[in-house]
């Protein structure tokens, strides 16, 4: 059995991976293992920045947003020499196992690492819930909840200003948030990458909605469309309606994670110790139907993930 694993969070931060960070320790050292906290990502090994954990150093963590451990991108991690250098610091504290937490890129990275030795198990730590081997990614509820209760102050504006407000949310080249809050909050309109648009098309349920009397309007526009001034500009220009464009940007990462986040990166630390006790590494949590799995990581990398055009076609159908 591994006697010693290391845990790091790479890439953009997510509420919940202090939760995933917690579930890990404490269920490595119920079985037994040490652990050690690698700070910055794989900077952590690159630099010789690691330290043990123990289970009062994710005490009082499961609430916090972001990441204890802090996070970073690494260009050297990403070269066969850089590679080297993170498997000889793994060897010198003995770390036979490694939980990565983060996104494709962190488990592009997890893979090179695995194929030297070291086993690597990857979480999904991103908002985008961009990663095609999971239903979910652990920050994505949290992300979502900060986006509705942002919409929802900015429609009060929109009302007293018989305003159209065209929100740009994060969701890297993905529009599943989008699509998502779109639906949450009744907006008249969803822009996301998948899928053509015309702001025509937009221009005029706007002007055919105006005449049953609604003044204000809601644009959700996907961070992979962007563009969100120029999309402003143009909707005035096309319906003689005041348009603002708002930028949500970093604040979607922040805050204390919701219940859902919590559970889920719950699971899937504890999940991804109990692969790491049976010796399983080159692998990626995930969850199907509800149910916590594991794919391998090439497998995972390879695969597509479907975006949801019944819930679009929703979305288009029930709002104004």
């Not at 006790?277 to 969850?287: F, Q, S, W």
Request: charged share 25%; aromatic share 4%; glycine share 12%.
């Amino acid at each position: 059995m591994i006697k010693t694993i290391g845990v790091l969070t790479s890439g953009g931060d997510a509420p919940g991976m202090n939760a995933a960070v917690r579930a890990v320790v404490r269920a490595a050292l119920k079985k037994g293992m040490t652990v050690y906290g690698l700070k910055r990502g794989y900077c952590g090994l690159l630099e010789d920045d690691i330290e043990p954990m123990d289970e009062m150093s994710v005490a009082g963590i499961i609430s916090r947003g972001g990441t204890m451990l802090y996070t970073a991108r690494s260009a050297e991690f990403r070269t066969e020499q850089g590679v080297l250098k993170a498997k000889a610091t793994c060897e010198k504290y003995g770390l036979e196992g490694l939980v990565v937490i983060g996104g494709d890129g962190s488990f592009r990275g997890a893979a090179d690492l695995s194929a030297h030795g070291i086993l690597c198990v990857g979480l999904p730590g991103t908002i985008d819930n961009d990663i095609a081997c999971t239903e979910y990614t652990i920050g994505y509820d949290t992300a979502m909840n900060t986006v509705v209760e942002m919409v929802d102050k900015l429609r009060d504006t929109c009302h007293s200003h018989d305003r159209c407000s065209v929100v740009e949310v994060m969701g890297r080249n993905a529009g599943h948030i989008a699509l998502n809050t779109g639906v949450a909050c009744g907006a008249t309109f969803v822009l996301v990458p998948e899928l053509p648009y015309d702001l025509d098309e937009v221009a005029k349920k706007m002007l055919e909605t105006k005449k049953t009397g609604k003044q204000n309007f809601i644009v959700i526009v996907a961070e992979g469309i962007g563009h969100s001034e120029l999309i402003a500009k143009t909707l005035e220009a096309k319906t003689g309606i005041e348009a603002r464009a708002t930028i949500l940007g970093h604040v979607q990462r922040g805050g204390s994670p919701t219940l859902r986040d919590r559970v889920v990166a719950s699971e899937m630390g504890y999940y991804a110790v109990e692969l790491l006790e049976n010796d399983i590494g080159n692998r990626v949590v995930g969850m199907q139907q509800g149910k916590i799995v594991d794919f391998d990581i090439q497998e995972a990398l390879s695969m597509k993930k479907p975006f949801d055009e019944k819930l679009y076609q929703i979305s288009n159908t029930i709002s104004i």
